[in-house]
């Protein structure tokens, strides 16, 4: 393990765990992995990774750095909003919930912390992005024959593709840029798609990794407004045109008209953080 962080998920802000100021040595705590699951007559049924409870010692060298990791897991635990424990650019929401001193010396402190971690998977994304692909009607778009046509040949416009992992369907974050009306796109056979105006220094963003799953629009100036009602949902998973469809595996085009820019966030997933 290179690097051990906790960030607040009320302001965003990072306190490491695992640097000059902390110690959290091997982490052992939240390693391993475990399935919920019931089992019948020579049989296995209802696997699932649930939230877990798990123990982390971390000694802080600076007695500054214990008190800020105190006021921002606080801050979550009274607001409801899960912070993230990040371990090596994979991550999961978690809650600090117990701090129990159990060495303390008038410049550091060790303290054994209680971490709930409630996905049940360890989570790296990976971003790909798309640009708008603009209506090609500049003569340098088109090929210049010297001789006349009855139509003219346009520049072909080069397929855009996003490649995924090969260890099962991954969850599909977006990012849709403004300005845009009823913005759709196609990805492995499924149709995203929202029913809504963007203004031009807008976005819409697409989190099927949220608690609740949200659609929102967020404006140039800031603002924002809830459109999951505006987002096309079909009858559900696999159903076509489903607006939290996971991307299977492999190497899927993406479609869509090129009049938007789209930012593509795919998650690799594993039940604890890889040890190479």
Not at 17 to 35: K, P
Not at 126 to 134: G, N
Not at 201 to 226: F, K
Request: overall charge negative; hydrophobic content about 35%.
């Amino acid at each position: 393990m290179h690097r051990l962080s906790y960030v607040s998920g009320t302001g965003g802000v990072e306190a490491c765990l695992d640097c000059r100021s902390a110690l959290a040595g091997t982490a052992a705590g939240i390693r391993g992995r475990e399935w919920d699951y019931s089992i019948g007559y020579m049989s296995l049924s209802g696997a699932a990774r649930a939230a877990r409870e798990c123990s982390l010692s971390v000694a802080f060298m600076r007695l500054a750095s214990a008190d800020e990791l105190r006021r921002l897991a606080d801050r979550d635990m009274s607001e409801g909003t899960p912070g993230r424990l990040e371990v090596d650019g994979w991550s999961q929401r978690a809650y600090i919930t117990k701090a129990e001193p159990s060495s303390i010396s008038r410049s550091h402190v060790t303290m054994s912390l209680t971490v709930v971690l409630l996905d049940g998977v360890w989570r790296k994304g990976h971003t790909e992005q798309y640009v708008p692909r603009h209506a090609a009607a500049n003569a340098g778009d088109s090929l210049d024959l010297p001789y006349d046509l009855p139509c003219d040949l346009a520049a072909p416009s080069a397929r855009q593709y996003i490649e995924t992992g090969e260890w099962g369907a991954a969850p599909l974050k977006a990012v849709v840029y403004g300005p845009c009306i009823n913005p759709a796109f196609r990805v492995a056979g499924n149709l995203y798609e929202v029913d809504a105006t963007v203004q031009d220094g807008g976005r819409i963003e697409i989190d099927p990794l949220a608690s609740p799953r949200r659609v929102t629009i967020v404006n140039a100036d800031g603002s924002t407004a809830d459109a999951f009602p505006q987002a096309r949902r079909g009858v559900g998973l696999d159903g076509g045109e489903y607006i939290f469809q996971p991307l299977p595996p492999g190497r899927h085009e993406i479609e869509w008209d090129g009049s938007f820019g789209i930012d593509l966030t795919w998650y690799e997933e594993e039940g604890e953080p890889p040890w190479s």
